[in-house]
């Protein structure tokens, strides 16, 4: 056979025995070992046409293990869900390595250019002005870190992307006003890489679902450093980056408890209608009447100048009545509830702290494990 480092003419040197778990338990293979002369690396080819890799697992175990390891702990993944659900006997150790090993692969896979099962363009549905809408929106959200020796780290941010077809209230603007009401459609990437690097993934997770066949594409964000730019810069066809309501909202309540600080009723008071004007008429009107509001105090005034200096920036996100209007979403709720299921709900656990390569890997995993329904398959076929 040819020797898989060097290429030269590897010879067959008898058979060599190895261990493996199935699904149905433990086996032991008997296989040829070549030994290649110039650079004296063996190999047994067998091992890749089973798909067996450096953790002994079969395929199909190898994906057990990695489904339990994408829901709970690797300590909880071997120690109960294999053992109760599976019968599979395998080290927290094992399953961390098969799980961080199958997140690795992935990344590579997308970083190549990697889809996974066929393109099935999403059933787009459509505004108040009757055009489909493609919405997309992306996030940060921090992971603990571990340093050397199991010392405490600085965290490092996760940056969670996605592509998604919210159901609309109003059934005649579904894509199929007539049949049953549509399920949740999303796609989401993750990783702990820098945030340009998330681009081409999640581009083309919109490509395998038809977003270029979507008349209008919506982004969101909550006005973190730099969201806008990526937003605009990688998916150019974008109508607008509407900032989250929510988010502006917030900064009013936390002007209202400056002004009224030991008071929560009278806080709660003044928030009110400033949240109903900025959602019917907008952030720039919004932003006129913070201008010319007498603010006493040194903290409250400190707190007016954020406040004013944040709609001041993301006034020309904040057109609510337009958008509203037009029948789209203007909430980030959906890029928010996936940090937290993507992400928070496996990394994010109590105590956690992570390498940083483990961490990306198993960002990777979750993102896929979290995606529409085939996505997992397609990936575990592929491998």
């Given at each position: 056979?040819?020797?898989?480092?060097?290429?030269?003419?590897?010879?067959?040197?008898?058979f060599r025995w190895r261990?493996?778990?199935?699904?149905?338990?433990?086996?032991?293979?008997?296989?040829?070992?070549?030994?290649?002369?110039?650079?004296?690396?063996?190999?047994?080819?067998?091992?890749?046409?089973?798909?067996?890799?450096?953790?002994?697992?079969?395929?199909?175990?190898?994906?057990?293990?990695?489904?339990?390891?994408?829901?709970?702990?690797?300590?909880?993944?071997?120690?109960?869900?294999?053992?109760?659900?599976?019968?599979?006997?395998?080290?927290?150790?094992?399953?961390?390595?098969?799980?961080?090993?199958?997140?690795?692969?992935?990344?590579?896979?997308?970083?190549?250019?990697?889809?996974?099962?066929p393109e099935r363009p999403?059933?787009?549905?459509?505004?108040?002005?009757?055009?489909?809408?493609?919405?997309v929106s992306v996030d940060?959200?921090?992971?603990?870190?571990?340093?050397?020796?199991?010392?405490?780290?600085?965290?490092?941010?996760?940056?969670?992307?996605?592509?998604?077809?919210?159901?609309?209230?109003?059934?005649?603007?579904?894509?199929?006003?007539?049949?049953?009401?549509?399920?949740?459609?999303?796609?989401?990437?993750?990783?702990?890489?820098?945030?340009?690097?998330?681009?081409?993934?999640?581009?083309?997770?919109?490509?395998?679902?038809?977003?270029?066949?979507?008349?209008?594409?919506?982004?969101?964000?909550?006005?973190?450093?730099?969201?806008?730019?990526?937003?605009?810069?990688?998916?150019?066809?974008?109508?607008?980056?509407?900032?989250?309501?929510?988010?502006?909202?917030?900064?009013?309540?936390?002007?209202?408890?400056?002004?009224?600080?030991?008071?929560?009723?009278?806080?709660?008071?003044?928030?009110?209608?400033?949240?109903?004007?900025?959602?019917?008429?907008?952030?720039?009107?919004?932003?006129?009447?913070?201008?010319?509001?007498?603010?006493?105090?040194?903290?409250?005034?400190?707190?007016?100048?954020?406040?004013?200096?944040?709609?001041?920036?993301?006034?020309?996100?904040?057109?609510?009545?337009?958008?509203?209007?037009?029948?789209?979403?203007?909430?980030?709720?959906?890029?928010?509830?996936?940090?937290?299921?993507?992400?928070?709900?496996?990394?994010?656990?109590?105590?956690?702290?992570?390498?940083?390569?483990?961490?990306?890997?198993?960002?990777?995993?979750?993102?896929?494990?979290?995606?529409?329904?085939?996505?997992?398959?397609?990936?575990?076929?592929?491998?």
């Amino acid at each position: 056979m040819t020797c898989p480092r060097c290429r030269g003419d590897a010879r067959c040197k008898g058979f060599r025995w190895r261990g493996a778990l199935t699904l149905l338990g433990p086996i032991r293979l008997r296989r040829h070992y070549y030994l290649c002369p110039c650079c004296h690396a063996g190999a047994c080819p067998r091992d890749a046409l089973l798909g067996l890799r450096g953790h002994d697992l079969t395929p199909a175990a190898d994906e057990a293990v990695c489904l339990a390891g994408v829901q709970a702990s690797f300590a909880e993944a071997a120690e109960r869900t294999l053992l109760r659900l599976a019968g599979l006997r395998v080290s927290e150790s094992t399953a961390e390595r098969a799980t961080e090993a199958a997140g690795g692969r992935l990344a590579q896979a997308q970083a190549a250019g990697a889809t996974f099962g066929p393109e099935r363009p999403w059933a787009w549905h459509k505004d108040a002005e009757g055009r489909t809408c493609a919405y997309v929106s992306v996030d940060a959200t921090g992971v603990g870190q571990q340093g050397p020796g199991g010392a405490k780290a600085e965290g490092r941010m996760a940056t969670v992307g996605m592509v998604y077809n919210p159901v609309p209230q109003d059934r005649s603007r579904w894509a199929d006003p007539r049949g049953p009401r549509p399920g949740w459609q999303a796609r989401y990437v993750a990783q702990l890489r820098p945030l340009a690097e998330l681009a081409q993934p999640l581009r083309r997770q919109g490509g395998q679902v038809g977003m270029d066949q979507a008349q209008r594409w919506i982004a969101l964000s909550d006005g973190g450093a730099g969201l806008e730019d990526f937003l605009r810069d990688n998916f150019g066809r974008v109508d607008v980056v509407i900032l989250d309501f929510y988010h502006a909202a917030g900064y009013l309540g936390d002007l209202a408890k400056a002004l009224h600080p030991a008071d929560d009723a009278a806080a709660e008071a003044w928030r009110g209608p400033w949240c109903h004007r900025l959602k019917h008429e907008g952030g720039r009107a919004v932003l006129e009447g913070l201008r010319a509001l007498e603010v006493r105090g040194r903290a409250a005034r400190e707190c007016w100048a954020q406040v004013v200096s944040y709609f001041a920036n993301q006034a020309h996100r904040m057109d609510y009545p337009a958008y509203l209007g037009k029948g789209w979403q203007i909430g980030s709720g959906p890029v928010e509830s996936a940090c937290k299921t993507v992400v928070g709900q496996r990394l994010k656990g109590g105590g956690m702290r992570w390498g940083e390569d483990g961490a990306d890997t198993v960002a990777h995993l979750r993102a896929l494990f979290r995606s529409e329904k085939g996505q997992w398959e397609a990936f575990w076929s592929h491998n």
